[in-house]
């Protein structure tokens, strides 16, 4: 039988109470593992025998390994590949931002530089969104709660991660379970990420939307709405005809009672499919009774696998104009990160991977 994870909070959690051994050893553990790439289990000081014992037979320190590591041309995005135990293969994405940069009201703003970590929640994607890359691959399988630790794990030896966006390969709330369970180990001790520098994209599954906010307060939630009206919905998101526009308008309605938070509506532009000023219309329309902040983002290209293009900068900014103008909507346009390395909004993909990093390597 395969070894867990031992950022697998349930499974070490359940097998330490089983052996009697104190859980409050296990955040001790994890940090040991985070700060030390190569050791033994007995190399952890001060540890009852029988945990180095239950360690040693049951567990490995990390079950996935950083395959290959991309830096873009940028200067500030870092692509990893990493490949899992059953020898399947993720992505995630380091994006660096000085977010002290410019002014606010005429004064310096606050802040530094922070780095942001997009992690994946699944191989694949059964949504099968006809503009991302990763939907392309079809459905694999879910990761563990502890393989979507592990990509912070690794990610936080290249860079101090601040932000965490569930914005990677795969639908997060299809893996609902690992997903919850990852971010409580994320927000806990030793790496103790606020709640509120996460942040969990979803194509509007209905029903866990209604669960997430009493499980894991204090999220954001981003959702990928691409649309203001069904029948465009689901022309470029197959998945959108189990979840109606007005069904998930009303979910998100609910959600914004509960968490009195913003909502994060992700709004991928396509050139002649959603970019024309009656769809902004409609946008605004359907979000001005939401506190919302809307994202256009620019389309990526992803080689053969899409008949779509990105919208022009003129129909982008008039898109945000409408929106900003007439509604009163924020809105802001997504500065793309890592295009030249596939890593932007809508690349990630694991078919030849190897090949990929393997010819990227050798440019």
Request: with cysteine; aromatic share 8%; glycine share 6%.
């Amino acid at each position: 039988m395969a070894l867990k994870s031992v950022f697998d909070s349930s499974v070490i959690r359940a097998e330490f109470d089983k052996a009697g051994i104190n859980t409050r050893f296990i955040p001790l553990i994890w940090k040991y593992v985070i700060q030390n790439p190569d050791f033994n289990w007995e190399d952890i000081p001060s540890l009852p025998s029988s945990a180095y014992t239950l360690l040693g037979a049951k567990f490995k320190t990390l079950t996935s390994v950083v395959d290959s590591v991309l830096e873009s041309n940028d200067g500030v995005t870092t692509k990893l590949l990493i490949k899992l135990q059953n020898g399947a293969f993720v992505e995630c994405v380091i994006m660096r931002y000085d977010s002290s940069l410019g002014k606010l009201n005429g004064k310096p703003r606050p802040g530094g530089p922070r780095s942001t970590l997009c992690v994946s929640s699944q191989v694949g994607c059964k949504m099968g969104c006809t503009f991302c890359a990763t939907g392309s691959m079809g459905f694999k399988n879910n990761l563990s709660s502890g393989e979507i630790v592990e990509q912070l794990v690794h990610a936080s030896r290249l860079s101090t991660i601040r932000n965490i966006v569930f914005m990677g390969m795969g639908e997060p709330l299809n893996n609902y379970s690992a997903l919850v369970e990852a971010i409580r180990t994320m927000t806990a001790s030793p790496f103790q990420i606020s709640p509120r520098k996460i942040t969990v994209s979803t194509v509007g599954i209905i029903h866990a939307i209604t669960k997430l906010h009493n499980d894991v307060p204090n999220l954001n939630l981003a959702v990928s709405l691409h649309a203001p009206v069904q029948d465009i919905r689901c022309k470029i998101m197959p998945a959108a005809r189990a979840f109606p526009l007005e069904k998930l308008m009303n979910a998100l309605q609910e959600y914004q009672k509960k968490s009195q938070q913003k909502i994060f509506i992700e709004y991928i532009m396509l050139d002649g499919v959603n970019d024309e000023e009656q769809q902004a219309h409609q946008l605004g329309k359907l979000l001005e009774t939401f506190q919302v902040v809307v994202n256009l983002i620019p389309f990526n290209p992803i080689g053969s696998l899409s008949q779509f293009t990105t919208s022009t900068n003129q129909k982008v900014i008039k898109f945000q104009k409408i929106l900003r103008g007439i509604y009163d909507i924020r809105t802001t346009v997504r500065k793309e990160m890592g295009q030249d390395i596939s890593g932007a909004c809508g690349q990630l993909v694991a078919v030849d991977l190897k090949k990929f990093y393997v010819d990227r390597r050798d440019d």
